[in-house]
């Protein structure tokens, strides 16, 4: 839980994670071969098993079925703007039954010609039900201004679109 301060005009939450890993004893190190796995620990508890993406480090050095930082920067940003989403169309009266976002993001080389996850793209599906259902325009529009709203899209260069 993030632990909310007071800064004169503005408040912020300052928000906490533990990432550890070890070394197996078999595994040499300085020879550049041994394993990625770690976990992300969080203050509600949560322990989720990670690791450098195997486009990256090859296996076994990775471990597939942990979540690489790539992957959690995409799924960070797709959270973050269904959150708001959800929040807005409650606020217009629209009733969100489902919200699917198969989310996708693009690692290739920047202006500066790093590595960079340079564009994510959000392909959210979005079921509503009752009287009170929007138009196409009011859900481009409560995208519109659930981007706006994001903080974690606030936070990055990256271009963020919904498709």
């Keep these: ?62 471990d597939e079925a942990g979540v690489d930082p790539e992957e959690a920067f995409v799924a960070a940003l797709s959270s973050c703007h269904m959150l708001f989403f959800l929040s807005f169309a409650a606020q217009r009266g629209f009733c969100v039954d489902s919200y699917v976002d198969e989310a996708s993001g693009l690692m290739e080389k920047n202006e500066s010609g790093q590595m960079a996850m340079t564009r994510v793209s959000l392909k959210p599906k979005i079921g509503f039900s009752g009287e009170n259902r929007p138009t196409a325009e009011e859900v481009d529009a409560l995208h519109h201004k659930s981007h706006k709203a994001c903080f974690i899209a606030n936070s990055v260069k990256t271009e963020v679109v919904v498709e």
């Design 1 to 62: 839980m993030a632990k909310p301060q007071n800064k004169g005009l503005a408040t912020m939450a300052i928000y906490t994670s533990t990432v550890s890993w070890n070394r197996s004893a078999s595994e040499d190190f300085t020879d550049n071969k041994y394993s990625r796995r770690h976990e992300w620990e969080f203050d509600g508890g949560a322990v989720v098993p990670a690791s450098s993406s195997p486009h990256i480090v090859s296996l076994p050095y990775s």
